[in-house]
């Protein structure tokens, strides 16, 4: 009964207001208009466009919004629905069993009230069933915002961008080195062309256990130093210092950027890393981004230590390319330090166009190989063609191709050399 609360509490809320939406249909210049004309005296167009401002609109510029009249409260309901395809190729015998899957099925509630408060909860209803987002924001001491609930945690330029507006279906492997939501309380303020971000968070509901709780300490500051309508660099900086329990060990696994692989069939994987004292991981961001063409880069270093033995060290990276090749460029969110998807110039449909088109190249790698932790080195490449036919559906292609895989030892040294070749689509619907 649970999974089904949010979308009716979406809809719930949502009837009162549209209820009242036709009354704002009346714009400003008609009743000038018909005043001016005589049609309606000045005191009833005085009491007509009093009325006006008292009455709910709607919006349907991104998704489904609705504000109240004096502006002091709105909801949005929205959805993201992802179904993917993937077929894998390995003439070494690594068998993957070729799958579909709802990769993303999302309903989200999401708004303001009372002027200075925001709130969002989302719901995923595919794959590990459970809430992703809720959250209470006050922002009544702009540009300072503070922030509880669970949300995603300030660390990655491309782990904080929108699920539906990434240029590949999955990010790259160094994205899994922190957890990309948690429960928590962010202070969080920015600028014309910065943002820093403060927060404490527990561990990820998926994962807490029933004994002890890590918990960890996340900041990340970003900078662009050039900001213009069709120019972009951005440099960003960002922390985690978390200290596993006896409860919460430390491990580290990542999938071979394809979400269907099986957990017992990662590539690289430390497995439980006994005595775990301290982790401290720190991740570097840069990013430019000229007309329709973009580029970024990101590089995670992680550092354990340990209550006997010596500090271990793993890291992770990738850089991209993105180019739309029908004009239309990234968007660049300042106040957040992230980029958005692309909203064509021309959605597809008859006698309208076909939408935007966008081209991606990437580069990843993993390391997870120190001392007596053989977890495994990979190196992956990736290609991507997406087809944006309006800004809320969107199909994708990608191609990835396992380029090595070595280090493993004892049991897993069988995954070595295992060099795999993806397919995936993507179907998406997000408003």
């Known amino acids: 009964m649970s999974r089904r609360f949010p979308a009716g509490l979406a809809m719930l809320c949502a009837f009162p207001m549209l209820a009242l939406a036709p009354a704002a249909l009346a714009a400003d210049d008609l009743l000038e208009t018909l005043a001016r004309k005589g049609v309606i005296t000045m005191e009833e167009y005085e009491k007509l466009k009093a009325s006006r401002k008292s009455t709910p609109t709607v919006n349907t ?6 504000l109240s009249g004096d502006g002091s409260a709105s909801i949005q309901v929205g959805t993201l629905q992802q179904l993917d395809f993937a077929v894998y190729q390995d003439r070494t015998g690594y068998d993957l069993p070729d799958s579909s899957e709802m990769r993303r099925s999302r309903i989200s509630v999401g708004g303001s009230f009372i002027k200075d408060w925001s709130y969002r909860a989302e719901y995923e209803f595919a794959g590990t069933t459970g809430v992703t987002d809720a959250l209470v924001a006050y922002n009544g001491y702009k540009p300072v915002v503070v922030t509880v609930g669970n949300f995603k945690v300030p660390f990655g330029m491309d782990a904080l961008a ?20 948690a429960p928590g309380l962010m202070v969080s303020t920015s600028g014309t062309n910065w943002t820093a971000a403060l927060g404490a968070f527990g561990e990820p509901v998926a994962t807490a256990q029933a004994g002890d709780e890590s918990f960890s300490s996340v900041g990340r500051v970003t900078w662009a130093p050039l900001l213009g309508d069709n120019r ?13 329990t006896q409860d919460t060990p430390a491990s580290i696994a990542f999938r071979p950027e394809s979400n269907p692989v099986p957990a017992a069939q990662r590539l690289v994987n430390t497995g439980n890393i006994a005595d775990a004292d301290l982790i401290t991981v720190e991740g570097l961001e840069l990013a430019w981004q000229q007309g329709a063409f973009s580029a970024q880069a990101e ?11 010596s500090s271990l060290g793993f890291s992770g990276g990738y850089a991209q390319l993105a180019w739309a090749l029908t004009g239309e460029g990234r968007r660049y969110k300042a106040d957040r330090g992230v980029f958005e998807g692309i909203r064509p110039a021309n959605n597809f449909g008859k006698d309208a166009g076909w939408g935007a088109f966008e081209v991606a190249a990437r580069y990843s790698t993993a390391d997870l190989e120190d001392k ?26 990608n191609a990835i191709k396992v380029l090595d895989v070595d280090g493993r030892t004892g049991a897993n040294a069988a995954l070595n050399g295992k060099e795999s070749t993806i397919f995936q689509m993507r179907l998406q619907l997000a408003i």
């Open 232 to 244: 972009v660099l951005h440099l960003g900086l960002a922390a985690q210092v978390r200290n596993p």
């Open 162 to 181: 929108a699920d539906k507006s990434v240029a590949f279906m999955e990010r790259a492997m160094s994205w899994g080195f922190v957890p990309s939501r």
């Open 299 to 309: 590089y995670t270093f992680l550092q354990l230590d340990r209550k006997t033995g």
């Open 61 to 66: 510029d991104d998704g489904f919004r609705v």
């Open 372 to 397: 007596d932790i053989r977890g495994g080195t990979e190196d992956n490449a990736a290609l991507a063609l997406n087809w944006y036919l309006t800004p809320f559906t969107r199909i994708s292609f």
